[in-house]
């Protein structure tokens, strides 16, 4: 994998073979983050990465500046793997969290600009995740969040729900807090 832009555009990090992960692809990547960069001043950005794996989605943001992440996922190599690049990269700004996204989502309350998740995609809490988002008040009043998910399953259905977007076989969910 590689970051595609910001401050450590074109650094590879290669992860251990050995993770239970699905990394989100280059194009897709793109494509989200051109949505992002729409919608959000990345300097200003608290951002939750749910499902991290290997931290990909959090290594982008941080590259393009934001305020913060925390970056959560349930598989302790995961978490190991994403805080020593946190540590290679000098990400002062991040925090490497081993939970299970949605029992960290219940036990949250922090508020942030931007939610992304990227579940297993055999796996379906995406619904889970748009309720206790939204009734837990996780996002601030612009905040975004994004759920990736296979381009065959349907949206999660919400009245916060802004549109989908589709990458081949991944799409993303896109929910305002505000609409």
Do not use: W
């Not at 989200?32 to 939750?48: D, E, K, M, Q, R």
């Not at 989502?105 to 055999?122: G, Y």
């Not at 889970?128 to 009043?141: A, M, N």
Request: net charge negative; charged share 20%.
């Amino acid at each position: 994998m590689r970051i595609i832009s910001g401050r450590l555009r074109g650094k590879k990090i290669t992860a251990p073979d050995n993770l239970p992960v699905r990394p989100t692809t280059d194009f897709a990547k793109t494509g989200l983050f051109n949505i992002l960069s729409n919608h959000l001043n990345f300097s200003t950005v608290s951002a939750l990465d749910l499902f991290t794996g290997t931290g990909n989605i959090s290594y982008e943001l941080i590259s393009r500046g934001v305020k913060n992440v925390t970056a959560v996922d349930a598989d302790k190599r995961c978490i190991a793997f994403v805080q020593k690049i946190f540590n290679d990269i000098h990400a002062e700004n991040a925090e490497a969290i081993q939970s299970d996204a949605l029992e960290f989502l219940e036990q949250c309350s922090r508020t942030f600009d931007l939610i992304f998740a990227d579940p297993p995609f055999n796996s379906n809490p995406i619904q889970d995740i748009v309720e206790i988002v939204f009734r837990k008040k996780l996002l601030t009043s612009q905040g975004l969040l994004i759920i990736e998910h296979s381009s065959e399953m349907q949206a999660p259905k919400s009245d916060n729900l802004l549109e989908t977007r589709t990458y081949g076989a991944v799409a993303f969910s896109i929910f305002v807090a505000e609409k």
